[in-house]
């Protein structure tokens, strides 16, 4: 997975979108489905984040008369 990631950088406004289709051509075997199933988790793991502090956040509220 390593190969699918571009170099860092500390200048983000280069910064191009690639239309899906173009970077299927482009990218090495397997690297697209490996972006979207990384994104997947990640977007799984803040939900999961975002509920827990929701739910303590509502602890720390007074109750409503």
């Known amino acids: 997975m390593g190969?699918?990631?571009p170099p860092p950088r500390n200048n983000h406004d280069d910064i191009t979108?690639?239309?899906e289709k173009e970077l299927e051509d482009?990218?090495?075997e397997g690297?697209?489905?490996n972006l979207h199933?990384?994104?997947?988790?990640a977007f799984q793991k803040?939900?999961?984040l975002t509920e827990?502090?929701?739910h303590e956040f509502k602890q720390t509220?007074?109750?409503?008369e």
């Open 26 to 28: 482009i990218a090495p």
């Open 52 to 54: 827990v502090h929701l």
């Open 17 to 19: 979108w690639v239309p």
């Open 31 to 33: 690297c697209v489905e």
């Open 3 to 5: 190969a699918c990631l």
């Open 61 to 64: 509220q007074p109750a409503e």
């Open 37 to 41: 199933e990384s994104a997947k988790i």
């Open 46 to 48: 803040f939900h999961a």
